[in-house]
């Protein structure tokens, strides 16, 4: 009577990563509030997760593959003893998903021990890593962040401090980079100058908090304080905080598709909160394209937010209409074609008494293949609802991130082959609608400074010809870690 | 800003288990339908679980403590294969927490192998205990279902079938019992007389499936048929399916509280859709206790429910509110005590941009010891609600229960402590209001035959003196099994 | 330039089990007491093992597959506490190779709980397991254990005391057993009739010990005090150590193949030094068939000992000659059929400076189908011995052991199918020899009392037709654990 | 009655490493080789091993702490194709016990993938270490390889070939190194110019390997060709096997110790054997101080070879007298010091009917802090022996080790504490005799070109006053990885 969904989650854009730093006045452990923290930024990265501590500039640390749960206990979290730490969650997007690729990525320099967080995407990954290479640097990972630490260790070398040397290094990177850096004596956090990436300060007391977002300060009892600016560098050490701006020339970018989907909803990104962008999105959708219809639904979890701010706008009530099985995480055994076709029911399941014989409008937040969209109206359909009114909370996608998601190249992207049109009808729906630029203009209010590349096309940094050719081009001849 | 709940879910009632069996034609795998239909069902228990199979005779299983998707993978499913399978998850209620206790419980008996999946508890089970004992019998596990196996092998010495033993052996065994059975030839489905656990029949194609929801005929692509009736005993083998059931002088007394808060959303139990029920008990606490607010929350997940009927019954618009970290599932590191009075946030966050300055109606299934709602409500005060107004879609908890959940026994429970007024004041609410006994009557529309006791205190089946005396008594002298 | 051999062990006969108990005074850790026993008993099995204590009537235990080492930890055995203790070691002759099988069994009974280990082999096993069944008795495992179980629990019904229930037991046991019991308050051993296989006690100050092998005494502490005698029921309990032996009609039956192979080298079996047979083995086969040669070599382990006592009455001396990699263990990568032909060298390896252009005589303890002798004298060959002369330290196996080893049936016995001719000419061997019959009985000095079936066909105790039809007839429906 | 000992292999000297690869015709499989090839290196470090293979340029790996057996299957061995592959095993004496240090050092250079695997101990890694640190390197590791990964990668920006890379990095490295490098499309072996470790050429058929030791020629099936020479640097690829050696002014230095105690007994060492290197020790002892006894014994396994030589030479018959037991790996539970005193025997026990009365000369291969000699002699004696005459197959250690292996500082060396005379007092023996550094020189016949430094303090290569004020000098600030 029912129907469901697979692999729901596995086609929906990644964000790639999530960093987290903090230096203790004493009061609190810095490796449990890491731990904390780490929780609460699950969601943007679930292979691989580390934290490294200093202890009077000795640094110990662990990485594993795996969700914070199952990499960390409170052995490895008891061991792990010092004044500063840095954590990180990674979802691959590019590098592969093996153990070596874990961050923090620890390593010794010519000032001692430096342990470096990063989410992000560089641009110019494969010019730097080819000057490095023919300097006779040896790459052990195939991440971006050991190109970031040779550019700063290779700074340090004549600059005076550690922060002058990330200063010195931020010019040459180009691309995306939120960074948290642990010295032995200082710790640091950075931010692009286009602000791609989301990056917070907050305070436990006397202790300093840097997290990409704020739910993580929420989740370690820190209150949050602001937001590192784009180009900012900010220093913490026994002396205090201070920071570093230099001026450069672009606008703020932040990557307006955390609203949308990679944070979490109770997370308030440069002075927007989460929640109430998806709201608002949700809202524009039901003046953009109205339609008489039973009840409003979301796709749970993101279109949900935005379910509950079309039903405020149009009057339409919201209801439950799909439950998601919480307990299926990351890895469960795949049907087979043939069973898949017989519409097994795992991941989501229609309420079919709720749904049937009703006019429902359902809000999910992006397409990106389309194929799920197609199997949840069909599930909705096979449950016995009368219609199905697709409406998505952000443009189509037309255009890859090299900024540090996954969304893909162009020939994955459905909105790339088909007419909006075309879409609703290949996913069953009575009508479809995507929120359209202008509305998405308007779902942070009056704030501008955002990137919106994947919908407009309009790149706010330059990306190499190589990259646009080949979206994954990869700098380093394949190295596998089984 | 924010604040947050830790060990949430730990103190909530627990369900026993969940049982799934399924009979193939041959179409359907049954090692794969049943780890599907397992899926659907870990709600009912994430302690361990199990799945036997039944290739012409021959039974080949594998249990395992944990989750479904930690306990199988498809080598393990591809190796378990035949024309019949039984599976089980457990949440141990009764009988320690050791792989022994895994279940289903597959043994050898006079008529070679038999496999048995039980959801529900036996209230004299020690007297069969002791009368086993005495006979010579020896017991390798601390479960009741050892105590079924038993009286069914018994039976079996001298009954023409197995069919015929299980019917026999059902007037001796007291208390609640869901059971899926698989002998050699035949797959066995039976209910306890009064019908405390839900049962139901389910259909692929020729295949037959049983199962504890109708969420897990969904998740294995079955129709669903019609539930077990009380006392029904349902045998499906190469002629089709046959149906026994001995007149008995009992009601039928499903629990309710697997319409408030055990049974998956999307569950239809006895002809009675678990989200209505729900949504119903919502609307009827809106008109029970009327509150002028801003908004209306749930608890997540099982108070999101009757808060959207709490919402369309007053008029009182719904939001989020809350929101839970999935990630986190039943093993995350507990803070000490110091953490945890500075209120870490883990596991639940307030959307504080939401609250903020607003008078909440907030919903939750049931209270058992308090102290969870006053960290809520602390939590949503924290992040600036104005009022909050709990209300809870149950009744107070007033009696242990003896049938197959952990509501413990009289100390532990809030309500027989304190006066209603006295638990809003615990919990730091604004005001309070259960659901009265009159009103959760009426969650179910026009039907009868429900358990209530652990509201009511009117047990429809006798309890034994000593289980009175010590809700956990154990007939076992304790053996660990580390 | 060398050769070697692979499955060596495999093909080797296996002992089923050893078996450990203590009686702690509570100067002595019963739990690490056990498991320095079961580490010197691990030759006698290395499939399973497990450990249970009894702390005032309180049983707790560990059991899990694999050797000793890797099935425990300091964590575990401080767990374990309690005044008395049960450990076992197995190797899977009959039951399956699963967790369920590992012993001790521990189960609860009409007087508490009982822990049982077992060695040996019953051979009326079916029988006892009909009639159980057709009394209505499930069974949860495929060992003997469970029968033995029942049948004391049964006889525990009515008898006064534990051991005076494992006394009436015994008569209606039939094969061999050497058992270690511990109930709530007395820890029992017992050995069948013809005492097939061995048993000990110690003493560690006050507290008493049983094992399997003198060895174990040795690893933890004890000294040996006496072996248990065929037909006697040893307790221990606070009012100190008790013995009860029935006068029975059979004559002590010690499996004379424990010398050859099975027991440790440092032990001492029932007044006779294991390695003292074994270099009487030698000693003899030096005068049954002499033979002039530069060296005498053993193949490891077991064939050292007799090579030693060879050369000493030969004087011929002894070399290494071969080699044996000890860090592989049970589990290393098959070859594929192709990679074993070009001979791989990797178990056993040739001194080739050694063993160029020399006469060798080499002892082995035994051979069963034949393959390992002829790859080690091909490999001793290729490595350039000049002439390999075969000995063999026990005679030819020409019938199955239906007493607690793996020795197989006629098929698969080599000595079945070829004359001691052949036999030398398929193992490449220039001559051959086994140790005669009439030399066996003199290993052990002027001492009766052995069985030698598995070279004579003397059984001492009968064997049913069912298992001489089908050595590893199994009374159970497989029942297959994954 | 028997008395043994505890920790026995851990207070031996350790070898550092062991070190495989082969270039393949295509008609062995690389991984599959290197996987029988580490096997039998496995004595020569326990700690954790790896295998990269090359495909066409890629390079794939897998590496993990633990014994061969333990970190591969053959799902991943199946899984590692390529033409070549390089392999090693490790103990750790410099640079942490952690998973970053295991070898081989795969990584990314200015040509694509290198691969890298080291046996030895660089003297000069602290200087060469700064020098990078101040250009800007990063490490990432605390193991000497990645300092050569460096110098090589250096050197080949401006070296028309890798060969011609090592070949120029070799005279900046101080130490010892026996290297197997492995780039997109050749395979090297080199050795440094003392030829301090071990290292050889075999080939099966077509296809090239290089090895520590010869026993990992046997296990793959490879014939011997002949030893790399010091200095050499040998190339292959496609186009065969090249070799290059500049002139040095120093003279071979292949450690000794390797004869004594490190290599397996059935290698051959530039053109010695192992196994009468070690039987000539024993023969040499023999003479060197006659003494009367009844038998002669070896502490297993080393002190057997030289056991059995002093036989050979005295005239004293050969016996077992210890036993070990072979299922304790490194890992087994130690026991408190008390159970300690109270003598538990777990690791050797003595046969004690053979040695008790006995006069015995017991044959070990050296002392280092001489616990463990005292140790064996109690439970010898203890176990009835009446004499104990201890003979030791090496001169006393004297003098640190830097070229690999962890013969510790003077500090910890018995004999740079007590006279050899007081040495046989502690050790309870009733004579006392090490090998004289005279006869030493005699164990590998008329051979020249050894390292004695460990004995005679005649340091062939200098040796940094850094490293000799402190043997463990370690360059980097600790990283510790849990």
Known sequence: MNSSIMDYDVLKPHEECGVFGIYSDGDVSPAYATYNGLLALQHR???????AVCDRGVVSYSKDMGLVTEAFNDKILDSLKGQMAVGHVRYSTSGGSVRENAQPLVMRYIKGTLAIAHNGNLTNAYELHRVLERRGCIFQTT???????????????????????????????????????????????????????PLCIGKIGNSTVFASETCALDACGAEFVRDVEPGEVVVVDQDGMRSFRDPVDVEKSLCIFEYIYFARTDSIIDGISVYEARKQAGRLLAKQLPVEADMVIGVPESGIDAAIGYSEESGIPYEKGIVKNTYIGRTFIKPSQSERERSVRIKLNALSNCVKGKRIVMLDDSIVRGTTSARIVSMLKDAGAKEVHLRISSPPFLWPCYYGTDI???????????????????????????????????????????????????????????????????????IKRL
């Open 45 to 51: 990265g679930q292979e691989s997760c580390g934290i």
């Open 408 to 478: 893909p190249s162009k020939d994955d992207l459905i909105a790339c082959q088909y007419s909006i049109e075309e879409i609703g009808k290949m996913s069953f729906a009575d009508s479809i609608a995507f929120l359209s630029v202008e509305n998405l203009a308007k779902i942070m209010g009056s704030r501008k400074g955002y990137c919106d590349a994947c919908f407009s096309g309009k790149y706010p940094a330059p990306i190499p010809d190589y990259l646009i050719a080949n979206k994954d081009y990869d700098y380093s001849t394949p």
């Open 143 to 197: 991440i971006d962040t050991e190109v970031i630490a040779y550019m700063i260790a290779r700074e340090r070398v004549d600059a005076p401090s550690i922060e002058e040397a990330v200063r010195r290094a931020i010019p040459k990177l180009q691309g995306s980079f939120s960074l948290v850096i642990m010295s032995p004596q200082k710790l640091i956090a950075a931010r692009d100058p286009h602000g791609f990436r």
